[in-house]
C-alpha cells in the first residue's frame, strides 16, 4: 500500500516516543526518572473534577455546538478580561481538543502551498510539522540562549520573502522556558505589521512564570495601537494540570476562528463535553491552587539550575517560566562513551536512558544541537537523584 506523501513529509514526536520508551522500561522493571515530562505531576485541582462529576451527574454527556459550549466561551472572555486585560467576544473564541488541535487548525485555516511561515529555534517540535501539513514550508530563525533566546531583529528584517505569510511566536517557551521580554515581542510585532504577517502567538504557558508577570501578545498589540493580526492560543493543560482532559482554545479575528472551526468540525466536531464543563470551573472558580503549584514549580526550577550548573562543563541559563530547563552539553559531543562516539544530544540522551534509567528530551530535535530538556515537573527528591546520575555518567565521557 502506497501512503500520502505528506505522511513522509512530517518527523515524528520524538517528545512522546522517548516518554513511551521510559514507561516501556519502567514497565520492565528498571528504576527510571524521568524529565521528559511535559505535564505537571500534581493532580487537577479537586473543584474542577468536582465539576466534571456533576456535569456527568446531570446529563452534560452529549455532544456540544461544534466552536464549544457557550458558557466555555463566555468563561474565556471572562477570564481573558480578568488576567489578560482584553474584551473579546464568545464568537471570536474556538474551543478545541487540546491547544495543540488549536495551533494545527490555525495553520490549516491560514497556510497553503507556496506560503512560508516563521519559526524561531529552538522550537516546539509540532510548529515545522503544522507548517508542512499545511503544505506551507517552515523558516527556521535561530536564537541564542546568551541573548535570553530572543531573536535578532536584523534576522527578521532581513526576510524579504513574499511568500512570507505568518510568523509564529511562543514565550514562555517549551523547551527553553525562556520569557521573552515585551520589547522584544512589540518589535516582532511592528515587523509583523509592517509586512503584513499573521502572528500566532502560543500562549500556553502564560500563567507559568515565577519572576515577573508576562503580558501576551495580543495585549502589547492593543497598548501600542497595531493592527497585527494575531490569533492566541492557550491550553488548559498545563496551568490546571488537565493535560489528560484535552481542552484547549483559540482566540482572534472571527473570520478566522469560524475557519477554523470548520475546519474542526468535519475533523473532530466538538471538543468533550465533560472536560468542557470542568475547563469552565477552571477559569471562573477559584484560582489559589494554580498559584500554589507556580510557588512550587519555582522552588523546584532554582534546585535544578543550581544542580546543572554545578556539573562539569554545563550551562544553564535561568528560566524566566513553564516547567523546563535547557542546559547545553555541547562540551560533551563528539567526545565517547564506551567507546562509542557522542555524535549529537540525540546520542547523550541514549546514554543517559540506557546507562542511567533517566529520560530526557534531546535539544537537535527542537532545532538546539547539543542542549538537552529537563521537566522539573517532578519533586526535588527525584531531581536530586536524577542529576546524580547524570553526573554519573558525563564523568565517564572521555
Not at 505537571?40 to 456535569?55: V, W, Y
Request: glycine share 6%; hydrophobic share 40%.
Amino acid at each position: 500500500m502506497k501512503l500520502a506523501d505528506r505522511v513522509n513529509k512530517i518527523k515524528p514526536s520524538f517528545t512522546l516516543e522517548m516518554t513511551s520508551r521510559a514507561a516501556e522500561l519502567k514497565y520492565a522493571g528498571h528504576d527510571v526518572i524521568s524529565f521528559s515530562a511535559g505535564q505537571p505531576d500534581f493532580n487537577t485541582p479537586d473543584n474542577i473534577i468536582s465539576a466534571a462529576k456533576s456535569a456527568m451527574d446531570n446529563g452534560l454527556t452529549k455532544y456540544t455546538a461544534g466552536s464549544g459550549m457557550i458558557e466555555l466561551r463566555d468563561a474565556v472572555c471572562q477570564k481573558v478580561k480578568r488576567e489578560n486585560k482584553i474584551d473579546i467576544l464568545p464568537e471570536q473564541v474556538l474551543v478545541s481538543n487540546g491547544e495543540k488541535q488549536s495551533l494545527y487548525l490555525a495553520c490549516q485555516a491560514l497556510f497553503q502551498e507556496g506560503d512560508e511561515v516563521i519559526i524561531f529555534s529552538p522550537y516546539w517540535v509540532s510548529f515545522p510539522e503544522f507548517v508542512t501539513l499545511s503544505g506551507a514550508k517552515p523558516i527556521l530563525i535561530n536564537t541564542e540562549s546568551k541573548n535570553n533566546f530572543e531573536p535578532n531583529l536584523e534576522d527578521i528584517q532581513k526576510i524579504d520573502n513574499e511568500n512570507v505569510k505568518g510568523i509564529i511566536i511562543n514565550s514562555p517557551s517549551n523547551p527553553t522556558g525562556a520569557v521573552w521580554s515585551e520589547e522584544k515581542i512589540l518589535e516582532v510585532l511592528k515587523i509583523s505589521e509592517e509586512k503584513n504577517w499573521i502572528v500566532i502567538s502560543d500562549e500556553c504557558y502564560e500563567r507559568l512564570v515565577f519572576d515577573e508577570q508576562i503580558t501576551i501578545s495580543q495585549k502589547i498589540a492593543n497598548n501600542n495601537n497595531l493592527k497585527t493580526e494575531i490569533i492566541t492560543c492557550m491550553s488548559m493543560s498545563k496551568t490546571y494540570a488537565m493535560t489528560g482532559w484535552r481542552i484547549g482554545y483559540a482566540f482572534g479575528n472571527i473570520d478566522i476562528i469560524k475557519a477554523m472551526s470548520k475546519i474542526q468540525g468535519q475533523a473532530t466536531s466538538c471538543a468533550n463535553s465533560i472536560g468542557q464543563a470542568a475547563s469552565i470551573e477552571a477559569l471562573v472558580g477559584d484560582q489559589s491552587t494554580v498559584d500554589k503549584m507556580i510557588e512550587v514549580f519555582k522552588e523546584r526550577r532554582d534546585y535544578m539550575i543550581q544542580l546543572l550548573n554545578n556539573l562539569p562543563e554545563v550551562d544553564c541559563r535561568i528560566p524566566g517560566g513553564a516547567f523546563y530547563a535547557f542546559p547545553n552539553f555541547n562540551f560533551y559531543i563528539g567526545k565517547t562513551y564506551k567507546n562509542k562516539t557522542i555524535n549529537d544530544s540525540f546520542d547523550l540522551c541514549e546514554i543517559f536512558l540506557n546507562e542511567a534509567y533517566v529520560a530526557t528530551i534531546p535539544g537537535d530535535g527542537f532545532g538546539a544541537p547539543g542542549y538537552v530538556r529537563f521537566s522539573y515537573a517532578v519533586d526535588k527528591k527525584t531531581i536530586k537523584n536524577g542529576i546524580d546520575r547524570i553526573e554519573k555518567i558525563i564523568f565517564e565521557i572521555k
